[in-house]
């Protein structure tokens, strides 16, 4: 049974920073694709960062590139994703998803594409 784990989400105030944290059950953690997607009210889902664990490969939507970072801690199966410099516009929920990839390769970047998911975090940036 595969579980992802979302925490590190609250509020801040624009140009500050925080770390989300997804805690993967997935076994193993080096064959998956896992990422964080966002949703805000009355807006579409959106691929933010994505890494293929098995050779850290990694996708960033142009909206945080150069701002959000993920990354994988393999000793304790968790995905982090590390947003600096946030801003209004970064205000929504956020979720961890994940698929198994047994190649190497990039991810997947739609949401539907993802078997498993998170209850999410919220994420609020005040200006």
């Known amino acids: 049974q595969v579980q992802l784990v979302e925490s590190g989400g609250g509020s801040v105030q624009a140009g500050g920073s925080l770390r989300l944290s997804c805690a993967a059950s997935?076994?193993?953690?080096?064959?998956?694709?896992i990422g964080w997607f966002r949703q805000a009210p009355g807006k579409e889902r959106e691929g933010v960062a994505i890494?293929?664990?098995?050779?850290?490969?990694?996708y960033y939507a142009d909206s945080v590139k150069g701002r959000f970072t993920i990354s994988q801690d393999n000793a304790k199966n968790t995905v982090y994703l590390q947003m600096n410099s946030l801003n209004p516009e970064d205000t929504a929920m956020y979720y961890c998803?994940?698929?198994?990839?047994?190649?190497?390769?990039?991810?997947?970047?739609?949401?539907?594409?993802?078997?498993?998911w998170g209850q999410g975090t919220k994420v609020t940036v005040s200006s």
């Open positions: 997935i076994s193993p953690f080096r064959s998956a694709c």
């Open positions: 890494i293929y664990t098995g050779g850290r490969i990694t």
């Open positions: 998803a994940a698929y198994f990839r047994f190649s190497y390769g990039s991810c997947g970047t739609r949401g539907s594409e993802y078997n498993y």
